[in-house]
């Protein structure tokens, strides 16, 4: 695996892990310091969006210009090797299609969260007025 897949597969799973503890129930007092961290990573994590418009064009050309093997003069080798290129090809945009859906809803759940935590502090000013 090329390093920019491996790169990828690391932001995808950085995003995935910090989704994860924003959405756990029960961890209250690590949510608050976690949102101001993700809030902030929200940003340089921003750059996965043209990196994987970058890979995904990289598995375009690839696939454009890659040996067909569809003649009966294929020797199994090359059969084999045509798989597995088209088997690589779709793993990298599976990876690529989580990696952009990871950062849309950590984008997402990050919004609510803060939006829900404004929410509790409005209802708490209001109760301590009556």
Same mark, same amino acid.
């Given at each position: 695996?090329?390093?920019?897949?491996v790169?990828?597969g690391?932001?995808?799973?950085?995003?995935?892990v910090?989704?994860?503890?924003?959405t756990?129930?029960?961890?209250d007092?690590?949510?608050?310091? $976690?949102?101001?961290?993700?809030?902030?990573?929200?940003?340089?994590f921003?750059s996965?969006?043209?990196f +994987?418009?970058?890979?995904?064009m990289?598995?375009?050309?690839k &696939?454009?210009?890659?040996p067909s +093997?569809?003649?009966?003069? +294929?020797?199994?080798?090359?059969? $084999?090797?045509?798989?597995?290129s088209?088997?690589?090809s779709?793993r990298n945009a599976?990876?690529i !299609?989580? !990696?952009?859906?990871? &950062?849309?809803l950590? &984008?997402?759940v990050?919004g609510l969260?803060?939006?829900?935590?404004?929410?509790?502090?409005?209802?708490?000013?209001?109760?301590a007025q009556?």
């Open positions: 695996m090329a390093l920019e897949w790169v990828l690391y932001a995808a799973g950085a995003e995935a910090m989704l994860l503890l924003l756990v129930p029960g961890l007092p690590l949510r608050k310091g $976690l949102i101001t961290v993700v809030r902030n990573l929200l940003k340089p921003l996965v969006v043209p +994987c418009l970058f890979l995904l990289d598995i375009y050309w &696939y454009e210009t890659r +093997c569809e003649s009966e003069s +294929c020797s199994p080798s090359e059969h $084999l090797r045509h798989q597995k088209i088997m690589k779709q599976l990876l !299609a989580s !990696a952009l859906v990871f &950062y849309w950590l &984008y997402s990050t969260v803060v939006k829900i935590e404004q929410l509790n502090k409005r209802i708490e000013k209001l109760k009556d």
